[in-house]
């Protein structure tokens, strides 16, 4: 299957400029008055190491259009804060995971609440960490069904040896007390790129169980289960779905017992990571993750000269039956490494669909 979705809505929606080169790795959800707040790490530069913050707007009309733009969090941090992660609470409020990134040895998550629909946020909580180095993947945040919070995180003693472990962290009291379950690690397979597992994403699935999906340098994703609610992991294998070194995204479909599973679908091992992150895909499976069936396959996007990756996806409307997804959107392929070149800068893109578009035949 190799025919990208053309019957779908798409559209640019944060555009990279020479200032803010890297405008990416969002979160949105919406708001008690219908709004969609969508919040995003905004670069000064070009790589993972420049200065960032962390800022916000609001559409209301399902991001077509989209309100001016304010900053949520400043950057306090040696390097950057990046990647949010933002969901609404048991309780009513709003509450965000980000990355605080001091260098490339010292970094941790933090979490913070919105009680006014994310006008504003509490000061930080940091969420306890074991490994020096913690971070997590953007729109990894998991609200289970009893409130519980979720963060799947990924974590190093060196940041330079590029080989890492996943952990959670789950909080009970809406993000106020954070506790810590044992890593999650597989061994060092690759002297080019990160190995070990990587920038997890974890949903719950019918039974209460949670699954979780790990990048990894295997040539596939790989999962993990849970029965405790994310204090301990078992299970550790491949998922069996082909990918390069990229994160993908993992959520239950509202209202069934499928789960929805974006990522890229794009494996060579002579490419850097494995693979270009050209060819963004999503699946189903309907039986809690155990088969991703090519006929429930379908692609999302697939420019061999542009990147699209680092999905993120929140369903909205009353009844909870369409997908607004963004992803990573530009940086050329070949051209990438160019600092004056504009082909390298990367935006976002947004992609709306109902639910049901997913289970049509064809892509």
Known sequence: MTTVATDIWKKVILKPTAELPRRQEASAVELHDGGLL????????RGDNAR??????????????WDAQWR??????????????????????????YSHRD?????TRMF?????EG??????????QEEPYTTGCHDRLAVLDGGRLVAPLHCTHDWHAHH?????????????????????????VSDSGESGCIEPDVAQRVDGSLLMAIRTAMGTVFRAESHDGGETWTGLRSMEVVAPVAPSLLRRIPGTDDLLLIWNWHYNWRERLAGARHKLACAVSTDGGDSWPLHRR??????????????????????????????RWGGHITRRHDPDDPAGWIGSKAARFPLSWLYEAGA
């Open 38 to 45: 969508l919040a995003w790490s905004e670069f000064r530069g």
């Open 52 to 65: 960032a913050t962390i800022e916000a707007m609001v559409s209301y009309d399902r991001g077509e259009t």
């Open 72 to 97: 949520i969090v400043e950057n306090t941090a040696g390097l950057n804060v990046m990647s949010p992660a933002v969901r609404r609470l048991a309780d009513g409020g709003l509450g965000m995971v």
């Open 103 to 107: 260098s490339t040895s010292d970094a």
């Open 112 to 116: 913070v609440r919105s009680d006014d």
């Open 119 to 128: 006008k504003t946020w509490s000061p930080p909580v940091r969420l306890p």
């Open 164 to 188: 890492l472990a996943v952990r959670c962290a789950w909080s009970d009291d809406n993000g106020r007390t954070w506790r810590l379950s044992h890593a999650i690690e597989l061994p060092k």
């Open 298 to 327: 379908k692609i999302l996007e697939n420019d061999p000269e542009l990147s699209a990756s680092y999905p993120t996806c929140t369903f909205i409307g009353p009844n909870l039956d369409e997908a607004f997804i963004t992803y």
